[in-house]
Structure formats: C-alpha cells, structure tokens
C-alpha cells in the first residue's frame, strides 16, 4: 500500500508560482510512474503530467504550455510539481497519483491505483 500526501497548494496572483510536493510513503516510489491531475468544482478529474520512474521521461498536458515542469526525487520518495505563469483557470485540487501498472501512457485516471487527498491552488486575476 502507498500513502500519498500533497503539500505547497494556496492563494496566488495570475503570474505567480507553486511548487506542488507529493510526499510518498508505505513503499519505495522508484519502481513506478507517478502522475499529477487537477479537479476544479463540478468537473472531471483531468491530466496535468507524468513521469516514469527514472525522471527520464515526462508528459505533459496541452495546456501546461511550458509552464509546468514535473519531477521526482526517489531518494526522498518524493514528486514535484513547478507552476509558473500561472492563471485563474489554473484553479482546482491538484492530486499526486502512483501508478503499479507497466506499459501504460498514465494520461487517465484509471492507470492509477494510488491518490493523495490533493491540495488547492487558487490563482487569483
């Protein structure tokens, strides 16, 4: 079993920045792709980004645009998220995720079998 505990949400102008932490554990998060989604009030849970195990291999959602940039520290069990540039429509609970499964292309929310509670981000105009 993994626990996933997310942390750096809050209250933020349009144009500011975030860094978003998914702390990690029960299990060693090495072996598997790791993912960020966001929920916004009344709307699906939708993809943010991924990355593999190795940080070698990221994918992003089209509106990150470059703004955002996942990574990961094995050594401490831990994802990142960096927001920058960020806008009012950025708002919504963002929600670390751990995937188990290989071979998978982890943009869904059913390639995943672990969630953390999620923290919020609200950009303010």
């Known amino acids: 079993q993994v626990q996933l505990v997310e942390s750096g949400g809050g209250l933020v102008q349009a144009g500011g920045s975030l860094r978003l932490s998914c702390a990690a554990s029960g299990r060693t998060l090495s072996n598997y792709a790791m993912g960020w989604f966001r929920q916004a009030p009344g709307k699906e849970r939708e993809f943010v980004a991924t990355i593999n195990w190795s940080g070698s291999i990221t994918d992003y959602a089209d509106f990150v645009a470059g703004r955002f940039t996942i990574s990961r520290d094995n050594a401490k069990n831990t994802l990142y998220l960096q927001m920058n540039s960020l806008k009012p429509e950025d708002t919504a609970v963002y929600l670390c995720?751990?995937?188990?499964?290989?071979?998978?292309?982890?943009?869904?929310?059913?390639?995943?079998?672990?969630w953390g509670q999620g923290t919020q981000v609200t950009v303010s105009s």
């Open positions: 995720a751990c995937a188990a499964r290989l071979g998978l292309k982890y943009r869904v929310p059913s390639d995943y079998n672990y």
